[in-house]
T-cell receptor
Framework: NAGVTQTPKFQVLKTGQSMTLQCAQD?????MYWYRQDPGMGLRLIYY???????DKGEVPNGYNVSRLNKREFSLRLESAAPSQTSVYFC??????????FGPGTRLLVL | AQSVTQLGSHVSVSEGALVLLRCNYS??????LFWYVQYPNQGLQLLLK??????LVKGINGFEAEFKKSETSFHLTKPSAHMSDAAEYFC???????????FGRGTSLIVHP
């Protein structure tokens, strides 16, 4: 099992550019999540998908969109990147007894 | 709404010393409680979890935590710190039936030789 995979690992964008962060899990989990991690702020939930076909906003959804493509894949899109979106982005899925399984992260720099 | 408070953004210990990382939560019902560890440039991974079985929970790498309902606490301990324990530690809470976990802001554990 690969667990949760994320692409790309690193990305540099200019202000106003768009990009999609990809996430996939091979554990047959129903729920998937996107977080951002900033120094001193812990993890903040951007969007989540409780099951295939559903998505809901988290704590900080502004400037982001998501797509639950199928049970395995959950992508995060930045339509017009801003410097405030410079962060490390983590995808996670929910497994047995509510345990979260995290991907390795995508480090994004917006200039 | 749930909340998680981790006391101390940084904790510094000497190698071989006791590690104590504090976590307090607010929840109207007994929740699921977790400690996750994040090593540099990696994602979070589960260290241990409380799911209403034993109140003393043992995890990986010699860590354990005790659920104290009266104190709404779930502090993480390890009797003897190792250099390889240096990492960021996150406490998290999740109510049964809720899709959304709540994470604390994290505590950075620094281990001195």
């Amino acid at each position: 099992n690969a667990g949760v995979t994320q692409t790309p690992k690193f990305q540099v964008l200019k202000t106003g550019q768009s990009m999609t962060l990809q996430c996939a899990q091979d554990m047959n989990h129903n729920s998937m999540y996107w977080y951002r991690q900033d120094p001193g702020m812990g993890l903040r939930l951007i969007y989540y998908s409780a099951s295939e076909g559903t998505t809901d906003k988290g704590e900080v959804p502004n400037g982001y969109n998501v797509s639950r493509l199928n049970k395995r894949e959950f992508s995060l899109r930045l339509e017009s990147a801003a410097p405030s979106q410079t962060s490390v982005y983590f995808c996670a899925s929910n497994g047995d007894q509510e345990t979260q399984y995290f991907g390795p992260g995508t480090r994004l720099l917006v200039l | 709404a749930q909340s998680v408070t981790q006391l101390g953004s940084h904790v510094s210990v000497s190698e071989g010393a006791l590690v104590l990382l504090r976590c307090n939560y607010s929840s109207s019902v007994p929740p699921y409680l977790f400690w996750y560890v994040q090593y540099p440039n990696q994602g979070l991974q589960l260290l241990l979890k409380y799911t209403s079985a034993a109140t003393l929970v043992k995890g990986i790498n010699g860590f354990e935590a005790e659920f104290k309902k009266s104190e709404t606490s779930f502090h993480l301990t390890k009797p003897s710190a190792h250099m390889s324990d240096a990492a960021e530690y996150f406490c998290a809470v999740k109510k049964g039936g809720s899709y959304i976990p709540t994470f604390g802001r994290g505590t950075s554990l620094i281990v001195h030789p």
